[in-house]
């Protein structure tokens, strides 16, 4: 067996090193237990094989409650199987995680995210490959999801949906209000859109950035690819592009030119992204930017949900990106730990066949979430009309996310810096400058 020495790579250890005094207060651990989990010893009654598992599901969406159920449902078919749940919230959880990982102290059973997120764990051994199980998944889940999760020809996690993290809802009154009867197609019109609401005493844009992800993720993944392109990011990952290229400056300036316009809430930083949700639903701003996972809550299952319309960021002057496509990205992998005993192995694996299933991707699709699999398993006219008008807005290619091709650390720094332009710190070549270099 090969020896496990943990996660070498440098950015990986300088976040472990660095926060790892933070995270050990992060998530729920009212009934975790990490590392190798618990045995029939540890009460879970004999013959019982006690799993940890740690997730994001925390917030309030819709695929959240679904994923809970479907664990609690598996615990009800196998007596013998206890899944021992840490749950973190998703702003600390990539942390948390790759600060276990450091020590070779994942759970048992572990959410991860393709890409670069995916790498270090990899490299350090920690994943159990998965190719001797796959004909389990290879016939329901869509190949383009399973290659993110896929390295070196071995598989290490089966995605539960399919995400795009830049859809913009809007208030279609609001935007009607200033003349603007279908959502702005160029930059222009959705500055000149910004400008008429501030006019008309409406806050333009709802902003949860507490967290800080939401800029670098629903904003700049979508901004980088109207502007700089497609391959930008992975071209400053290889090396082949720099962060002070100009295409790149001009996407952050955005976060600049919207902060210099009033564009967000004045308690931005000081609200989180559930928070920035419900102001929106309130209909206190006319846009909101963030995942297609919260359509279920801002219109599905929401009686006024028809007050808001959905769109894609517009294209913008001279930019070298397709405005037809959403930033999407294979989310929520579900892996094992590498070096289980055989009886935990079994467990999890067990565990893994039942959770991400036929049954699971129902589930989603009936609450209004997109999964990543070949089969219509939501049933003929069983898909929610407001399902698939998002499915229609994001078929025409996907873009890459952010922080599923820059590597953790850089993408946090990343974060801090756009924070700063939301309080008029600094200037967008800062913001560029200071990250130069460090996303490999």
């Known amino acids: 067996m090969k020896k496990r020495n943990g996660i070498?790579?440098?950015?990986?250890?300088?976040?472990?090193?660095?926060?790892?005094?933070?995270?050990a207060?992060?998530?729920?651990s009212n009934d975790a237990n990490n590392g190798e989990g618990a045995s029939s010893s540890d009460g879970g009654g004999k013959g019982t094989v006690t799993l940890t598992m740690m997730h994001p599901w925390t917030s309030p969406n819709a695929d959240n409650d679904v994923y809970k159920a479907r664990i609690a449902a598996f615990e009800s078919e196998h007596p013998n199987?206890?899944?021992?749940?840490?749950?973190?919230?998703?702003?600390?959880?990539?942390?948390?995680?790759?600060?276990?990982?450091?020590?070779?102290?994942?759970?048992?059973?572990?959410?991860?995210?393709?890409g670069a997120d995916l790498d270090p764990l990899?490299?350090?051994?920690?994943?159990?490959?998965?190719?001797?199980?796959?004909?389990?998944?290879?016939?329901?889940?869509?190949?383009?999801?399973?290659?993110?999760?896929?390295?070196?020809?071995?598989?290490?996690?089966?995605?539960?949906?399919?995400?795009?993290?830049?859809?913009?809802?809007?208030?279609?009154?609001?935007?009607?209000?200033?003349?603007?009867?279908?959502?702005?197609?160029?930059?222009?019109?959705?500055?000149?859109?910004?400008?008429?609401?501030?006019?008309?005493?409406?806050?333009?844009?709802?902003?949860?950035?507490?967290?800080?992800?939401?800029?670098?993720?629903?904003?700049?993944?979508?901004?980088?690819?109207?502007?700089a392109g497609d391959d930008f990011l992975q071209n400053v990952v290889d090396g082949k592009a720099k962060f002070t290229d100009e295409d790149f400056v001009k996407a952050v300036a955005v976060i600049d030119e919207l902060t210099k316009l009033g564009a967000f809430n004045s308690d931005a930083n000081n609200m989180d992204s559930v928070q920035a949700q419900d102001y929106f639903i309130q209909e206190k701003a006319a846009?909101?930017?963030?995942?297609?996972?919260?359509?279920?809550?801002?219109?599905?299952?929401?009686?006024?949900?028809?007050?808001?319309?959905?769109?894609?960021?517009?294209?913008?002057?001279?930019?070298?990106?397709?405005?037809?496509?959403?930033?999407g990205v294979p989310q929520f992998g579900i892996a094992i730990k590498s070096g289980l005993s055989k009886e935990k192995q079994d467990a999890a694996l067990e565990f893994m066949k039942y959770f991400v299933s036929e049954d699971l991707y129902k589930d989603l699709?009936?609450?209004?979430?997109?999964?990543?699999t070949k089969k219509n398993v939501a049933g003929d006219g069983e898909i929610n009309p407001f399902l698939e008008e998002l499915m229609k807005l994001t078929s025409n290619g996907s873009t890459r996310v952010f922080d599923s091709v820059i590597p953790t650390q850089p993408s946090k720094e990343f974060e801090n810096g756009l924070q700063a332009l939301t309080i008029k710190q600094g200037t967008p070549a800062d913001v560029a400058k200071k990250n130069a270099g460090r996303a490999r």
């Open 81 to 114: 199987i206890k899944i021992n749940q840490d749950g973190v919230a998703a702003a600390q959880y990539k942390t948390k995680l790759f600060t276990l990982a450091a020590g070779n102290n994942l759970a048992d059973v572990d959410v991860v995210w393709p």
């Open 287 to 327: 846009m909101h930017i963030t995942s297609a996972t919260v359509n279920t809550r801002i219109r599905i299952d929401n009686p006024n949900g028809s007050k808001f319309g959905i769109a894609l960021f517009p294209s913008v002057p001279g930019g070298k990106g397709d405005a037809k496509k959403a930033a």
């Open 122 to 227: 990899v490299s350090g051994d920690l994943l159990l490959p998965l190719n001797d199980q796959m004909d389990n998944w290879n016939q329901l889940v869509q190949e383009d999801a399973l290659a993110g999760f896929n390295k070196n020809g071995n598989q290490y996690a089966v995605p539960t949906k399919q995400n795009f993290v830049d859809i913009i809802y809007y208030n279609k009154e609001m935007f009607s209000k200033v003349g603007y009867d279908t959502f702005p197609a160029t930059y222009e019109e959705w500055i000149d859109a910004i400008k008429k609401l501030k006019a008309a005493k409406i806050t333009p844009i709802s902003l949860g950035n507490k967290e800080q992800w939401p800029l670098q993720s629903s904003y700049m993944s979508t901004l980088t690819q109207r502007f």
């Open 365 to 372: 699709s009936k609450a209004g979430i997109m999964v990543p």
């Open 25 to 28: 207060a992060c998530g729920n």
């Open 8 to 23: 070498k790579g440098i950015a990986l250890l300088s976040v472990a090193t660095t926060l790892a005094l933070a995270t």
